[in-house]
């Protein structure tokens, strides 16, 4: 009984120490004997002395300074530090995905690491920058069975739903189950994603966690195809969120020395760069040629180029031909004319609404204006595209395209 107590005085100094000390706030040895008899357990100075040695012979480094004519002592060593309590604390403020409720929670399980002090400090020094939180609280539950899914392979089930103006949730395919296998668990612009392939379609989706009700995981395997997919998660995140699908290539930039940090940016920081004459840099990079990679391109003028390999740096050119030629002109002055301002907030929304209306007029084989007359006036662009855009611009052109096709048929819209 007498080494009982004694495991548990020690566990309960360590969780003193680690609650309430550090360098600024030593603590006592009278106030560890006052604290250790207040919850029944017996304790002296020289105990106190006796207790801390063994600590530190079983790796916890607690130092002894003199506060005043006593001793004090201090937990030294922690996990985290100051800097990495704050940067994990601004790093779940600014995720969107995480509720208002469950981002007080879990920054003051964060806090807490630093001990009492610190954490009064990081919470006082707190500045709330992320309005735009979601309101889903079932997140965790959500990551939780999806995370059980990814570690035993396992197919999942769920139901998909949109926002409505009255902030309702509104349920995709009638409130039908989506069943898919998945890939990965992504976090990209403030969001979490399910990276997902389907079997039936043959491709893959992202949905966005907070976006999905009733995650469930069935007892069914996920395909070959699925498993290979997880092998290359990282190259596809990297191609597919921003850029809205198109075909994968390898292409190699020639651009002026100013321009590296946004490529970088673009690119990661891992990407090589060889110094060229006249101060410009050649650098091979792997990218989807899709509206959003050309848009990117071009921003940059004569600054940037494409030199190979060659059938790209042909597209490269008929781009820069139909932005330049007198008809290219006339429908940019069309879709300057479509109603689109109201309802767009960013220059990526209204490149992302031209990149839909365009290529599901190609889909079709109809007019560009026709079919923006549809999507504006049965309220999908404004009500449905432009909403969305946050879960659609991450999903290939394909899947966008249909989806928009399906929300017509439901609509009974026809071009």
């Excluded at 969305?388 to 395209?401: A, F, K, N, P, S």
């Amino acid at each position: 009984m007498q080494n009982y107590w004694k495991k548990i005085k020690l566990l309960k100094l360590v969780e003193l120490l680690w609650k309430e000390s550090d360098e600024q706030h030593p603590l006592t040895t009278n106030y560890i004997c006052e604290y250790m008899n207040g919850i029944g357990i017996t304790c002296d100075r020289r105990v106190v002395t006796q207790d801390v040695a063994l600590l530190n012979e079983l790796g916890y480094e607690v130092l002894s300074v003199q506060v005043g004519k006593k001793k004090g002592y201090y937990l030294a060593e922690r996990e985290f530090s100051v800097p990495e309590l704050k940067i994990l604390i601004d790093a779940v403020q600014a995720a969107g995905f995480i509720t208002e409720k469950k981002t007080d929670e879990l920054i003051d399980k964060i806090a807490k690491l630093g001990g009492a002090h610190k954490a009064e400090i990081l919470k006082n020094n707190l500045v709330c920058f992320n309005t735009r939180k979601h309101s889903n609280e079932s997140i965790y539950y959500n990551v939780d069975a999806l995370e059980e899914a990814l570690q035993r392979y396992k197919k999942v089930i769920f139901r998909y739903f949109d926002i409505g103006i009255e902030r309702e949730k509104i349920y995709r395919r009638d409130g039908h189950h989506y069943v898919v296998e998945p890939v990965a668990l992504v976090y990209n612009e403030d969001n979490y994603y399910l990276v997902a392939y389907s079997e039936k379609h043959d491709s893959t989706a992202n949905y966005r966690v907070d976006r999905m009700d009733g995650v469930g995981v069935i007892d069914d395997d996920i395909s070959d195809k699925a498993l290979t997919l997880r092998g290359d998660v990282a190259q596809y995140t990297e191609q597919a969120f921003k850029m809205y699908g198109g075909e994968a290539k390898t292409v190699v930039l020639e651009f002026a020395g100013d321009l590296a940090g946004a490529v970088y940016d673009r690119f990661g920081e891992s990407v090589n760069m060889l110094a060229a004459v006249d101060d410009k840099i050649i650098s091979t990079v792997d990218v989807q040629l899709s509206p959003t990679f050309w848009g990117w391109i071009f921003q940059f003028g004569k600054k940037m180029r494409i030199i190979s390999p060659d059938d790209v740096c042909e597209k490269y050119r008929a781009k820069a031909a139909e932005v330049l030629n007198s008809d290219n002109k006339a429908g940019c002055e069309n879709m300057k004319s479509f109603n689109l301002k109201e309802s767009i907030q960013t220059p990526d929304e209204l490149e992302f609404a031209v990149f839909c209306i365009e290529n599901l007029a190609r889909k079709l084989n109809k007019d560009a204006e026709n079919v923006y007359t549809a999507l504006s006036e049965s309220g999908i662009l404004n009500g449905y595209i432009i909403p969305e855009y946050e879960v659609l611009h991450t999903q290939g052109m394909e899947y966008i395209l249909e989806d928009i096709l399906e929300v017509m048929k439901e609509r009974g819209v026809e071009v």
